[in-house]
């Protein structure tokens, strides 16, 4: 069963800009804060960004002032806009509830080169 449609991912330039979407069923949305993960090759996944169901947002520093994550309660979508990209950014996005409590789904590849 397939929890978790993530998209918008890409080839950009260093200093580009790409929004992510992830598309998750009502009873998932509406009960759980939400997080945008990565990960690098080699590297650990790694928390980039939550929001709660109340609205309240944090993200991890290196991220900070340049990606915005959101939630659409209608669509049952979590965005998250992401400007200035640095190839340090390069990585597999994937997006789930903030602890995790579901299965991993594809993700969507992001790769900021020149």
């Known amino acids: 069963q397939v929890q978790f449609v993530e998209s918008g991912g890409g080839l950009v330039q260093p200093g580009g800009s790409l929004r992510l979407s992830c598309a998750t069923s009502g009873s998932i949305f509406s009960l759980n804060a939400m997080g945008w993960y990565r990960q690098a090759p080699g590297k650990q996944r790694e928390l980039v960004a939550v929001i709660t169901t109340g609205g309240s947002i944090s993200y991890v520093d290196s991220v900070k002032g340049r990606f915005t994550i959101s939630r659409d309660n209608a669509k049952n979508t979590v965005y998250l806009q992401m400007n200035s990209l640095k190839p340090e950014d390069t990585a597999v996005y994937y997006c789930?509830?903030?602890?995790?409590?579901?299965?991993w789904g594809r993700g969507t590849q992001v790769t900021v080169s020149s």
């Open positions: 789930n509830s903030a602890p995790t409590r579901f299965t």
